[in-house]
Every structure is written in C-alpha cells, then in structure tokens.
C-alpha cells in the first residue's frame, strides 16, 4: 500500500490546546478520614500523597486508615445503621439519595476536573460519562428506596445491616456510586474504601453527603491502602463485603470471607472478546472496536481486549482500525480534544509495558499509533498485536491497558467458542446486521454482559457483572438490589 | 512498524486503481447492494462525540476562514432578480469591505435564468457560478426537459451545476435509471463541475444514504450534496458523516476524489465547525479545502463574519454590521 | 399604617403549556370549605376539552420519546416546585378542605412525597412489569409495557390535592399525558400543581387541568375518540354513564375499588399497553 498522501495548503486541522481549569478543582492540601459525618485525622495521623499521572505532581494528602480507624469507621456505621438508617423510611431515605444525585449534577463540573486530575482519564470522558453516570445511579436507587416490596424479592425486604465496599481506580466516583447508592436505597449503611491512588474524589463526596444532610455514619470513607481494605474485609462487624477489582485480590478476599457468615459480591477481571462478524456496519464497527479497548487508557474489566473477527473481513477491519488508532489524540487528560489519557501508575504502567514485550516475544505482530508521549507522567500508545493466537499470553491475560490483541475465526461457531475459551466472564461484544445470528451467539457467550454492534455502554437500569472467575453478583437494574438485602 | 503520520492524514492513494465494472442495471445492484450497512446509533454517537471537539485561538480562527472561503452563497427563491442576484455575488466577492483579509466565497448559486447576470457581475472573480438545474428542488420533469434545463445553465457561463436524483426512483428501487440519469447530465456538463444532490433528507435512511452516494460517485458525480434545501429535513451532520466515509472509500478504491457538499439549515458558525471536524477526522486533510468541501447557505456567511470579528477584537458584534444578502 | 391590600390571583385553565381562560368566556364561584368567596374559576367548555385533547396527544409523543430517565428528573422537579411553593398549597388546601393548618401541611407534604415516588417510577415500570418470556422454541421473546396514550382524568372531588396527584402522576409517569377535569368544588391546589409543569421541563401537553362542572365536561370526556384512557374517581353518581360513554371507543377505565390503598400498582397498569416482541434465534 503506497503511503503518499494528498494534503491541502492549509494541511489537518490541528486542534490548538483547550484545557480545562485545575482551579475549578478547588483541592484542598490535605484530606482526613470521613468518619461519622465528620473529616477526622487517622489515629496514626499519617497522610500520604495522591498524584496526577498525567504530571507526577502531587494534587493533596489522604490520611492513611490503620486498623483502628477501620473499627471506628464500623462502629460508626452500625451505630448508624441501628439508631437512625434502619427507622429511616424507605421515602425519606429516597429523598437524601435523590438529594445526593442533585448535588452531583449541580457539581459536575468540579468532579469532572478533580476525576481527571486524580485518574489521568480525559476530561471529556469525567465531564460526558463518569460524572453524568454517577449521578443517574443515585437517582435510580433513590426510586427504589421505596419501592423494595416491588422489586421481587418478597412483600418486606431487609437490609443485610452494615456494607464494607473496596472499590479500583479506574472509574472512581462512578464506582463509588455503584456500591453506595444500592445499599443505601436498601437500608444498609457503608464503609468504603476507594483505591490507593484515587481517593479524591470519594472525599468530595463525602462533602455532597454532608451537604446533603446525610445522618452522621451512613456513609464512612476510609483511605489508605491494602492493609486498610484487608482490615475492612476481616472486620466481624461488616455484614456484606462488595470488591471490585483484580481476580488475584478478589480470591484472596473470597478465601478471608469463607466460613464469616459474610455477604460477598466480587466484580473482577475480564478479557472481553469484540465478535465482528463480516456483516458488521464496517465503519461503525471500527469506533466500536476502538471504544472497546481505548476508551479510559483500556483500564475497564470489561475492555474489548481480544478481537475476534471473522477471517474473510480480517485484513479489512484491520486496514481501517490502524488508520483509526492512528488518528486518537494522546496526551493532556485536561485537554478537551484528547482521546487517551495517562495511565493510572507507575505500576500498572509497568505491567503493561511487561506484557506487551511477552506479546512480541510469543511472535505477535506489533502496531503502535503514532502519537507523540508528554515527558513527564506515565502513558502508553495505543498498540494493536495482529495474527494472535489463542495460546498467546496477550489472549489470556488481562492487560489492563490500551492494547488490543486481534484473533480470526471462520463460524459463528467458532467464535463462540474463542470467545468463551477463558478463565474470565465478564463481556463481550457482537457486531452482525444480522439480528437472529447476534442472539443465537449471545445465548451461548458465557458472559454477563453483551454489546450488540456497540461497546462499553453503562445505564443504572442494566445489571452488571461476571461469570466464572470475572465474579458474582449484579450491580445496576432491579438485580443489583439483591445484594444488598437480606433474601 | 510506524502508520502513517497522524500529522498528515491524507488519503492513501491505492498502487492499484480498481474502478467497478457497472455495466448494467444487475451489475449495479449488486455492487451496492453489497456494501456495509450503517449502524444509525454509531453513526449518531460518533458525530456527538466529534461535536465536544473544542476549537480555540488560532485553529478556531483559520476554521472560519477557511469555512467562509467554502461557502457557495446561495439564493433559489421564487422571487429573485437581478438586483438580488447583484447583492448576493458583490457579497460573495467582498464579504466584509471593512477587511480586505476576509477571503472570498467559493461561489454563488442561483437559478438558471440568473446564471448570465451572475457571471457578468463576477466578472473575472474566482467566485464560481453554480446553477441548480433538472427541474430543481423536485426533479419531477422528463429526462429531455432536465437536460435541457442543464444545457441553458451551461450555455450561460455556469461552472458548476448541482443537479437533483430522481428520489421516486431510487425509492422505487429503479437504481439504473437514476444512474443513467447522472450519467447524462455530466455528459451535458461538458467542462462545468457536476454535483449531485440526493436529497438525504427524503432518503431517510443512512443505509439510502451510502447507496445513493455511491451510485452517484460510480456515474461520474464531482461532488455528491446532501440537499436541496428545500424541504423540512436537510443537511444533518450524521448524514455527511456518511457521505464523507463513502467519498473517502472511493477514493481508496479508485482514486478518484469526489467532493462533498453540505446544504440546507447551517446557520452558525458552531455548526459549520462541526462539520469541518467531521470532515478533519474521517475523510481527512485532502477535503478541507473548497475544491472538495461547501457550505451550501446563506445566513451563515454572516454569523461567520460576526465571529471571525468577534476573535479578533473579543467584542460580540452586532449583526447589522454587515449587509443583510 | 393602613393593611397592605394583596394581589389576588387568577385561576385559568392550564392547556398545552400555557394558561388560557376559557374559549367561552365563562367562569364560575369557588367558595372555600366555611362558604367564603374563594375565587373565579374559569368554567371550561367542550371546545376547551377539544382542545386540551390536541394539546396532550402531541405532548405525549415529545413526552414518551425521552428517556425514562428524563421523564423521571422531570417529575423529581415538579416535587421540587411543590416543595418550594409549600405555603401555597398548605394555605388552599386548608382553605377548600377546611382542614386545620397542621393537616393540610400534612396533606401536601404527603402529596410531595407521593409525587417523589411516581418520579422512581418512570425508569422501573418496565423492569417491573416487563420482561423475557421463555417460550418454547428458537425465539428471543419480550414483553415491554407501553404507555396507552391519553388518558382523560375526573378527578376525586373531595380529595383536592393528594387524590389529584395519584390520578395524574400515574398515568403520566408510564408515558401517558393527561386531560384532568379538577374537582368541581375544590380546584385550586389541582391548578396550582399544574401550574408548576411549566417551570418543571415538562412538554406541553403532557398535563393539562380543565376547571368547570363535572357533569357537563366528563361525558365530553368519556366519549372523545381520540382520549385512550378513563380515570373516574371523582364522577361518583355519573361513573356508570360515563363507563358506559367509554365502552364507544373501548377505552381503557379505571374506578375506585375499596383497600385501593393496597394495590398502588393499579392505575399505573391500567394504562399502560403490554407489546410482545418475538425473534428468531440462529446461525
């Protein structure tokens, strides 16, 4: 394929920088724990530094919870839980939530910036989807709050009495709002933990709450790291533990829980398989593909990893989607027109960086945009490995970045049975024009979510959640209510 | 291995020239019959994404620019005159007096009857003259009367005609006689550019809309246009999405480059950005320019003046600043 | 110092959005519970039924297009209103109820709440009363409940705010817009309440409140072909009649039943339509 290119005088339209403000952030230095409707220091009165990736800066100090602010943090939530949330009605517990969800919208834009700050996600992404998201959870579950005798479960379910909830960092807020706005609706109180490297915007949160008027210890935010959350997982005053985040931690918290008489609700790893069948709308497909695995750096469980495309379009839909990687705009998460962000970590950084050596190594053809990486921070361009197999490390495990590993197949058949031959359950998606053929292979996935020619698509009204070693339980829609109650 | 560099997104011009063979009605059907579908939600979710695009300082500057010198200043009334049609083409040569930096438009478009008037007012401007012609904005008229109708714009001194498809016959499936029906009206051309409107917003579908834009760029069209105008539905950015993919598909094919024109219902300088950024990042760099890109409108030329003024003196302007045609 | 005269307010219908008197020109006394002069309430005529009617059906297709999720920030917003404008309704439910001012506060603080639950309804409904049926063979098969269209409303007369909320919320928050006929005697807080849909990013039409005689507007009502629905709470001894007028054009009717209290669900599955969708499942 010849490369010469007929350009214009005036050349690409080459977007001039628009940033968004930091000062909207409106950070303070340092954080404490949000502990019985206060900011209170650690009993340790250690801090320790939250950074922004795209920069290596510091954005403030979160307190460092040790095991005895754990306990305080769950008494404080029983305490709650017993004297006030449990004679709370179902109506009055709605209108806080319905009160919290205002409060988002009313700050979003704030969020917005502290999120991308935090993350290193873009802007466009906290502003258009993470912010916008988080706030339609609350104001669904608010809608349930009183409405229990009606979701299925019996004429007067329960609560199950105090959460302890851990959440990742690659959806921070929205993943706060996941755990929280179900179990409060429920009647439960909660103790969350948001992950080491972002807790900032759980702790804005936490002042939604108090402006909300939430009563003091329904909802305590405790910040540390894994010693924090292995103390919150082994606490015998949590009734139900909710995890989201790796397999490996998320057997470790099973193994804990085992013989605890705890609740458990665990939404792990993924190595989602995009099916492109030759019928697919091609051009539609491509933006499909690329939201699949790229839309938030490739840090979502259920990314589109591995695309399995049917071999009679493969050089087709390969053609297109490296011109189409080519074209992301990498860079400056506070840029409105950047694509792909920073990644997270150092560590994650290195992980990904680890296994895409092994991808060349096990003779994986490699492509990398073409994109120019800031100095400072930690980023990874966008890579495409073609002729995959499925015995290749880069088919099998989860990657957790921007890096998509691209396999063929001949039949419907075929496909499925690729895309079901992992350890994981988490999503995947079908692209056909064909709608008997999309449903014949989603009633055979073995996965808990399935995209028909769209990807990577959210609603508080949709349950979500993993099969086999991607988890148990559904969060969102009438199903996510059921971990939260005691039936 | 490197792709091409993302600074320069140009089309890649195929080794390999490989033009359709389209030699009859069957050949045809199944050439396009045989295209990908369009997924309408992500088409749409595409487009509403590209419109968070922000444009600022220097890039929103040379965007108004360059879209004023896309602009085919336009009037198809009932009512027109000359002396309207004088107004319209002095203001598609000076659109500000007050700043002889303002580029020109890229033509004026009128009816056939006014096509000799225009061209004595342009003079020897570069402002081109389109005509509309075959029976505009309905197309109901027989084959003779439409070549007719092209011949007279031609024979005036028209540059450009935008032609109309017969809808009823695509929509009756008859895709050959809509494909001749081009055919002769580019031979009836001769050296004038031919661009053919579809009229998207009675094809409904983005599906008719691929098909027709193909059909037209297999029968010979310079420019495929979204619309007349004229009736309730008309240029949409979903819709150029579509055509702009195809003409970008058909150039990878054959290397022919096929223009795009947007019309009907761009009124303001934020939309026309919009589409300047669809056009940025699907059809790429080669159609932002107006040999392959135009504005079909007439209110817009000013809202663009407006804030072209605006990013320079950081004043909100007001309208009765510039002329009124 | 002399006492401060107050600017009394006009009751007007609430049509499409917007606040016409009637089309006849006529009006009617309102008396509060103690038999004081309340107000001058617009006496609507058929020809503003008519047109209530035209108002809601083009309501109601702006109102079902949006999402669910839209549909229920709207109604979250007419509580809201109702919880900002408080004092007003206390004062006219107080005033046509005769009621102490410690109930009527309770009376509309219940209806606030009352329209808080509908606003959770709008996104639920269909997981509720929806979903996958197992049939038995290669087929994908849903049922999805969908609003019936227009429903025309006689609401109670006794109950002039909280009984007025349950009639209209209901239908309006599985999709339907609503032609009410306020209570005869006690329209005030209905038209209040209606007034606050303009400020709640409700579309036009989508709840519309005519105030005039019962008896001469509700078989207008019931035999409107264009009107899918009946709601005759508050037509006591006309309900047969107008159950009858209905049956013209099979209309959907919903009528009181005792221990209502313990099917709340009722209204809201009277106008909704169940639409089962089959498809073929394979290679």
């Given at each position: 394929m010849t490369e010469h290119a007929l350009t214009s005088e005036l050349g690409a339209l080459g977007y001039d920088p628009a940033p968004e403000a930091a000062s909207i952030a409106r950070l303070q230095s340092s954080y404490g724990l949000f502990l019985d409707g206060q900011f209170t220091a650690a009993t340790s009165h250690e801090q320790f530094a939250s950074i922004n990736p795209a920069t290596e800066e510091t954005l403030a100090t979160v307190a460092l919870a040790s095991a005895s602010d754990v306990d305080t943090a769950v008494a404080s939530a029983r305490r709650a839980y017993v004297k006030v949330w449990s004679k709370t009605t179902g109506a009055e517990r709605a209108k806080y939530l319905y009160r919290i969800a205002r409060l988002i919208q009313e700050r979003s834009r704030e969020l917005a910036v502290v999120e991308t700050l935090d993350n290193g996600k873009p802007i466009r992404e906290t502003r258009d989807v993470d912010i916008p998201l988080a706030a339609a959870h609350f104001f669904y579950y608010a809608g349930w709050a009183d409405k229990l005798e009606h979701a299925g479960f019996g004429a007067a379910p329960q609560p199950v009495g105090v959460a302890g909830q851990i959440i990742p960092w690659n959806f921070p807020l929205l993943m706060a709002a996941w755990k929280l706005a179900p179990a409060l609706a429920a009647g439960n109180t909660c103790v969350l933990k948001p992950a080491e490297t972002t807790p900032l915007s759980a702790l804005i949160l936490a002042e939604i709450f108090q402006q909300a008027g939430l009563p003091d210890g329904v909802v305590n935010i405790i910040t540390g790291d894994g010693t924090t959350g292995a103390a919150l997982v082994d606490h015998p005053g949590v009734d139900k533990i909710a995890f989201t985040g790796s397999t490996e931690v998320g057997r470790l918290i099973q193994e804990r829980v085992a013989g605890t008489g705890k609740r458990l609700t665990l939404e792990l790893g993924g190595k989602g398989a995009n099916i492109v069948f030759e019928d697919a709308p091609i051009d539609e497909v491509i933006e499909g593909i690329?939201?699949?695995?790229?839309?938030?750096?490739?840090?979502?469980?259920?990314?589109?990893?591995?695309?399995?495309?049917?071999?009679?379009?493969?050089?087709?839909?390969?053609?297109?989607?490296?011109?189409?990687?080519?074209?992301?705009?990498?860079?400056?998460?506070?840029?409105?027109?950047?694509?792909?962000?920073?990644?997270?970590?150092?560590?994650?950084?290195?992980?990904?960086?680890?296994?895409?050596?092994?991808?060349?190594?096990?003779?994986?053809?490699?492509?990398?945009?073409?994109?120019?990486?800031?100095?400072?921070?930690?980023?990874?361009?966008?890579?495409?490995?073609?002729?995959?197999?499925?015995?290749?490390?880069?088919?099998?495990?989860?990657?957790?970045?921007?890096?998509?590993?691209?396999?063929?197949?001949?039949?419907?058949e075929e496909a499925v049975a690729k895309a079901n031959n992992s350890k994981y359950g988490l999503a995947c998606g079908v692209w056909s024009e064909k709608g008997s053929r999309t449903l014949w292979v989603a009633q055979r996935l073995r996965a808990g979510v399935i995209w028909a020619n769209t990807y990577n698509k959210f609603d508080p009204t949709s349950p979500f959640g993993g099969v086999r070693e991607s988890g148990f339980g559904r969060e969102g829609g009438r199903h996510g209510l059921e971990a939260y109650l005691n039936v | 291995m490197r792709l091409v560099d993302a600074r320069d997104r140009g089309v890649l011009v195929p080794a390999v020239i490989s033009v359709p063979s389209i030699r009859n009605e069957d050949e045809l059907r199944r050439y396009v019959g045989a295209l990908s579908g369009v997924d309408a939600v992500g088409v749409e979710s595409r487009v509403a994404k590209l419109g968070t695009r922000s444009l600022k300082k220097s890039t929103k500057l040379r965007a108004i620019d360059l879209a004023i010198s896309m602009v085919d200043l336009t009037t198809l009334e009932g009512a027109d005159t000359r002396g309207r049609v004088s107004s319209l083409c002095t203001k598609a040569m000076y659109p500000d007096p007050h700043d002889a930096s303002v580029p020109a438009a890229a033509a004026v478009c009128v009816y056939p009857d006014l096509v000799a008037h225009a061209r004595r007012v342009l003079g020897e401007s570069p402002v081109a003259v389109a005509s509309v012609a075959t029976a505009f904005p309905s197309g109901r008229a027989s084959l003779a009367v439409k070549l007719l109708d092209v011949k007279e714009a031609v024979e005036a001194g028209a540059d450009e005609i935008d032609m109309v498809i017969d809808r009823g016959a695509f929509l009756a499936g008859r895709w050959g006689q809509v494909f001749d029906e081009i055919v002769a009206v580019k031979h009836a051309c001769g050296s004038a550019h031919l661009k053919v409107i579809l009229e998207t917003g009675e094809l409904v579908t983005y599906d008719n809309v691929k098909r027709a834009s193909w059909i037209a760029m297999l029968a010979g069209a310079d420019f495929i246009k979204t619309s007349t105008g004229k009736v309730g539905v008309n240029a949409t950015l979903p819709v150029a999405l579509v055509m702009l993919e195809a003409a970008r598909d058909f150039a990878e094919l054959t290397g022919q480059l096929v223009g795009v024109k947007v019309a009907g219902g761009i009124r303001t300088t934020k939309d026309a950005l919009k589409y300047l950024v669809v056009v940025n990042e699907t059809a790429g760099a080669t159609w932002l320019r107006p040999e392959y890109f135009r504005f079909g409108a007439s209110s817009l030329l000013n809202d663009l003046l407006m804030q072209r003024r605006k990013q320079r003196t950081g004043a909100y302007v007001r309208p009765d600043e510039f002329s009124g045609d | 110092?002399?006492?401060?005269?107050?600017?009394?307010?006009?009751?007007?219908?609430?049509?499409?959005?917007?606040?016409?008197?009637?089309?006849?020109?006529?009006?009617?006394?309102?008396?509060?519970?103690?038999?004081?002069?309340?107000?001058?309430?617009?006496?609507?005529?058929?020809?503003?039924?008519?047109?209530?009617?035209?108002?809601?059906?083009?309501?109601?297709?702006?109102?079902?297009?949006?999402?669910?999720?839209?549909?229920?920030?709207?109604?979250?917003?007419?509580?809201?209103?109702?919880?900002?404008?408080?004092?007003?309704?206390?004062?006219?439910?107080?005033?046509?109820?005769?009621?102490?001012?410690?109930?009527?506060?309770?009376?509309?603080?219940?209806?606030?709440?009352?329209?808080?639950?509908?606003?959770?309804?709008?996104?639920?409904?269909?997981?509720?009363?929806?979903?996958?049926?197992?049939?038995?063979?290669?087929?994908?098969?849903?049922?999805?409940?969908?609003?019936?269209?227009?429903?025309?409303?006689?609401?109670?007369?006794?109950?002039?705010?909280?009984?007025?909320?349950?009639?209209?919320?209901?239908?309006?928050?599985?999709?339907?817009?609503?032609?009410?006929?306020?209570?005869?005697?006690?329209?005030?807080?209905?038209?209040?309440?209606?007034?606050?849909?303009?400020?709640?990013?409700?579309?036009?039409?989508?709840?519309?409140?005519?105030?005039?005689?019962?008896g001469e507007l509700a078989p207008h009502l019931a035999t409107h072909e264009d009107i899918d629905g009946l709601d005759l709470s508050g037509s006591d001894e006309l309900a047969d009649e107008l159950a009858r007028l209905g049956a013209g054009s099979i209309k959907r009717v919903y009528r009181p039943r005792p221990h209502d209290e313990e099917n709340p669900l009722r209204r809201l599955r009277t106008f909704v339509e169940t639409s089962t969708v089959w498809h073929t499942i394979g290679q």
């Open positions: 690329i939201d699949g695995i790229f839309f938030n750096q490739g840090h979502v469980c259920c990314a589109g990893s591995r695309l399995l495309v049917q071999e009679s379009v493969a050089d087709e839909v390969l053609r297109r989607l490296l011109r189409r990687v080519d074209q992301l705009r990498v860079g400056d998460p506070m840029d409105k027109n950047t694509d792909v962000g920073a990644i997270n970590s150092a560590a994650q950084l290195e992980r990904i960086v680890e296994l895409s050596a092994w991808g060349e190594k096990e003779g994986a053809t490699r492509y990398t945009g073409s994109c120019e990486l800031p100095e400072k921070g930690y980023w990874f361009a966008p890579t495409v490995f073609a002729d995959v197999a499925q015995s290749h490390r880069i088919a099998r495990d989860e990657i957790f970045g921007p890096v998509l590993s691209v396999l063929t197949f001949r039949t419907p | - | 110092m002399s006492e401060r005269l107050d600017v009394k307010k006009t009751y007007k219908l609430v049509v499409n959005g917007a606040f016409p008197r009637s089309e006849s020109g006529r009006s009617y006394e309102v008396v509060s519970a103690n038999g004081r002069f309340l107000a001058n309430v617009a006496q609507a005529s058929r020809k503003d039924l008519r047109d209530a009617v035209v108002a809601a059906r083009a309501g109601q297709s702006k109102w079902w297009a949006a999402t669910a999720y839209n549909r229920g920030q709207v109604l979250y917003r007419w509580a809201e209103m109702a919880e900002s404008r408080r004092t007003e309704l206390v004062e006219q439910v107080q005033l046509c109820e005769g009621l102490k001012k410690k109930d009527a506060q309770l009376v509309v603080a219940r209806s606030i709440d009352r329209i808080v639950w509908y606003a959770g309804w709008t996104d639920k409904v269909t997981q509720v009363l929806g979903g996958a049926n197992p049939v038995a063979g290669p087929y994908f098969n849903f049922s999805l409940p969908a609003p019936s269209g227009v429903i025309g409303v006689v609401a109670p007369q006794d109950s002039s705010l909280e009984g007025f909320v349950d009639a209209v919320a209901a239908p309006i928050c599985v999709g339907n817009a609503v032609v009410a006929l306020a209570s005869e005697s006690r329209p005030t807080p209905a038209v209040i309440l209606a007034e606050m849909t303009a400020t709640s990013d409700f579309p036009g039409g989508v709840l519309n409140v005519l105030t005039g005689v019962t």
